[in-house]
Each structure stands twice: as C-alpha cells, then as structure tokens.
C-alpha cells in the first residue's frame, strides 16, 4: 500500500528556515516522481518542487527557485523540502504527493492533477 506521510511544518518569523519531510512507504521514492505541493486559505493548490531521482529530474515553480530544495534519501525512502529565506507569502498547508513516471515539471505546473497518491499535509505558517 502507498503512503506519504508529511511532518515539520509549524511556525516560523520571515527569514527563517523549515525543512519537510516526506516519509514514502509502499514503493521507492528512487523510482517514482515526488512533489511538492502547497494551498493557502482562499487559493488553488500550487505546485512548488518536483524530484524523479531516477531521471535526474528536478523542477521548482518560479516564485521558490533559489530558496527551496528538494531532495530525497533513498535510505530513509523519504523526501526533504528545505524552505530558506521564509515570507508570510509561504504559508500554506504544503502536501506531497507521488507517481510513476512523470516528469517533474509536469508534476509542478500541472497543480498535482497528474499525481496519484497524497500526504494529508503539514501546515506552514510564516509570520511578519
């Protein structure tokens, strides 16, 4: 059975700094593509980060380039989101969300409507 299952979301001053954790069971997260995805109070789900390690794959959407990375442990099947340089813009409740053989830059442009599994989310709250 596929499961995500989303932790280190919380509360954090602008500036500052969370990492996420994906933790996949059920399949590897080498072999499929793993996003990242965020929906703030009132707006549509937004991609933000895709990896398919397998591809050396990697896509992040526009307004998080140069402040997130994404990665993934093979050993601990789990997949990270290190958020730097935090703005209230950033919070969300941010989900991820896995599938076979997909591109990563479909995986973010497309909002996740090509994903097949999800987390239940982690809450991510940037304060002014």
């Known amino acids: 059975e596929v499961q995500l299952v989303e932790s280190g979301g919380g509360l954090v001053q602008a500036g500052g700094s969370l990492t996420l954790a994906c933790a996949a069971s059920?399949?590897?997260?080498?072999?499929?593509?793993i996003g990242w995805y965020r929906q703030a109070p009132g707006k549509e789900r937004e991609g933000v980060a895709a990896?398919?390690?397998?591809?050396?794959?990697?896509y992040y959407t526009d307004s998080v380039k140069g402040r997130f990375t994404i990665s993934s442990d093979n050993a601990k099947n789990t997949v990270y989101l290190q958020m730097n340089s935090l703005s209230p813009e950033d919070t969300a409740v941010y989900y991820c969300?896995?599938?076979?053989?997909?591109?990563?830059?479909?995986?973010?442009?497309?909002?996740?409507?090509?994903?097949?599994?999800w987390g239940r989310g982690t809450l991510v709250t940037v304060s002014s």
């Open positions: 969300a896995a599938r076979q053989r997909a591109w990563a830059r479909v995986a973010v442009v497309t909002g996740g409507n090509t994903m097949h599994y």
């Open positions: 059920g399949f590897s997260v080498d072999d499929w593509t």
């Open positions: 990896i398919n390690k397998r591809a050396d794959n990697i």
